[in-house]
């Protein structure tokens, strides 16, 4: 069975910043993207950032410019380096893997992780 095991997660002032990691096991052969979604109370899970495989990024607009997602490959592990955080990044941060193939199941799935809490005060 794939895992997606999520750290980093806290409490922060804002303007402060954080970093969030997400390591996936579970005998993986190739990992199509890996992402990064939030939930606030009373809202949807939304998009924050996500990466491919070979290195394409995508942001939310809200986040451009001082959220910065990275991965590393060989440890199937995705990190969003987060800046400049405001009370608004407030949420669940949620660790998203697309396309996993692994060696014990045929065909491609997608996994989710148990989400790590962002509180940031003002």
């Known amino acids: 069975q794939v895992q997606l095991v999520e750290s980093g997660g806290g409490l922060v002032q804002a303007g402060g910043s954080l970093r969030l990691s997400c390591a996936a096991s579970?005998?993986?052969?190739?990992?199509?993207?890996m992402g990064w979604y939030r939930q606030a109370p009373g809202k949807q899970r939304e998009l924050v950032a996500t990466?491919?495989?070979?290195?394409?990024?995508d942001y939310a607009d809200s986040v451009k410019g001082r959220f910065t997602i990275s991965r590393d490959n060989a440890k199937n592990t995705v990190y969003l380096q987060m800046n400049s955080l405001k009370p608004e990044d407030t949420a669940v941060y949620y660790c998203?893997?697309?396309?996993?193939?692994?060696?014990?199941?045929?065909?491609?799935?997608?996994?989710w992780g148990q989400g790590t809490q962002v509180t940031v005060s003002s």
């Open positions: 998203n893997a697309v396309g996993v193939l692994s060696s014990w199941q045929r065909g491609r799935s997608d996994y």
């Open positions: 579970g005998s993986i052969i190739h990992i199509n993207a």
């Open positions: 990466i491919t495989s070979s290195g394409s990024t």
